[in-house]
């Protein structure tokens, strides 16, 4: 079975400061690897998404995340943050041809001005 | 952007009260899902539907639940005599292809709360 684990369920930033969210995961075969955005009071969005190639991924807003295959973690960066970045932040993984996520706990990122 | 449609945003119903929950899918895609979230927990996988049958069911998904996809549109999550726990914000989903991968698109959710 896989699982997600966010270690941080909330991150202070504030505003144009770098941040990083982390996310590991465990699997035993290969995965797919996924943010997703909530804003309040709305749905999930697709940030970015890893499935097979360079290993360092470029999604929406200015995220980036690394797929790290020896530590099975897949981590969210934005050099410089802005107020409009506050929502909660969500990593999954999948199995390939697999129709499902599993999702971490979150992690709600506030940026301060 | 074709987008995944959910209504209602809110609803409110009592203990024991049956509740469907409506979704609107991308019109060329196949496979249908529904998600859970409660309140401070991780979005959960419930069911997924595929050619007018449920090809995946999580344990959450007991007797209690039921999906049908009524008419070439829309596809309902129903849920017979809802419990105080079943608060949650419900998200539906639909995806082309079979995979995760590629253009597997989550709706706005429906936050369903029980009294």
């Known amino acids: 079975a896989q699982s997600v684990t966010q270690l941080d369920s909330q991150v202070p930033v504030f505003e144009e400061a770098p941040v990083e969210l982390r996310c590991n995961y465990s699997?035993?075969?290969?995965?797919?690897l996924f943010w997703y955005v909530q804003y309040p009071n709305q749905g999930l969005q697709l940030l970015l998404k890893?499935?097979?190639?360079?290993?360092l991924v470029k999604g929406i807003n200015g995220f980036e995340a690394e797929f790290n295959k020896s530590q099975t973690s897949f981590h969210l960066r934005k050099p410089s943050v802005h107020i409009s970045d506050t929502a909660e932040y969500f990593c999954a993984v999948s199995e390939s041809n697999f129709n499902k996520f599993y999702f971490g706990s979150g992690t709600k990122l506030n940026v301060k001005p | 952007e074709p987008e995944v449609t959910q209504t209602p945003s809110h609803q409110v119903t009592q203990m024991g009260q049956e509740v469907i929950l409506h979704c609107v899918p991308i019109s060329n895609h196949l496979y249908f899902y529904w998600y859970r979230q409660i309140l401070g927990q991780k979005v959960e996988f419930l069911v997924s539907?595929?050619?007018?049958?449920?090809?995946?069911k999580s344990e959450i998904f007991d007797d209690q639940f039921s999906v049908e996809r009524p008419d070439g549109s829309n596809f309902t999550l129903k849920i017979r005599s809802t419990k105080l726990e079943d608060s949650a914000m419900y998200f539906c989903?639909?995806?082309?292809?079979?995979?995760?991968?590629?253009?597997?698109?989550f709706g706005s959710g429906t936050r369903l709360t029980v009294v």
């Open positions: 539907f595929y050619n007018n049958e449920i090809s995946e």
């Open positions: 989903a639909s995806s082309e292809v079979i995979g995760v991968g590629y253009g597997y698109t």
């Open positions: 890893y499935l097979s190639g360079s290993t």
């Open positions: 699997s035993s075969v290969s995965v797919y």
